[in-house]
């Protein structure tokens, strides 16, 4: 099994920032993508933001020049910066990662359990 750990959400006035954590513990070989998603109340669930084990990373156009997702491939982790947040940022941002598994070498995917960030105006 893989398991992951987010932290970092929590409520802070627009233009302000937050980190977000994910870390990815188990029976991973390898992580090949980890991204965040997010989810507003009564909307579907949006990519944010994502990264390949190559480093090369994908946003969505709302967010691009204000978030910024990084790695620390070391310890399985992945951020999320997100500056000059807006009130319509608001939402439950959920953790993906796309991994090997250790032993069956199969593809998996997983999801956080959500961190709800809510920024007010």
């Known amino acids: 099994q893989v398991q992951l750990v987010e932290s970092g959400g929590g409520l802070v006035q627009a233009g302000g920032s937050l980190r977000l954590s994910c870390s990815a513990s188990?029976?991973?070989?390898?992580?090949?993508?980890m991204g965040w998603y997010r989810q507003a109340p009564g909307k579907q669930r949006e990519l944010v933001a994502d990264?390949?084990?190559?480093?090369?990373?994908n946003y969505a156009d709302s967010v691009k020049g204000r978030f910024t997702i990084s790695t620390d491939n070391a310890k399985n982790t992945v951020f999320l910066l997100m500056n000059s947040l807006k009130p319509e940022d608001t939402a439950v941002y959920y953790c993906?990662?796309?991994?090997?598994?250790?032993?069956?070498?199969?593809?998996?995917?997983?999801w956080g359990q959500g961190t709800l960030v809510t920024v007010s105006s």
């Open positions: 188990g029976s991973i070989f390898s992580i090949n993508t």
């Open positions: 990264i390949a084990r190559g480093g090369s990373s």
């Open positions: 993906n990662v796309g991994a090997t598994h250790r032993l069956t070498k199969r593809y998996l995917e997983v």
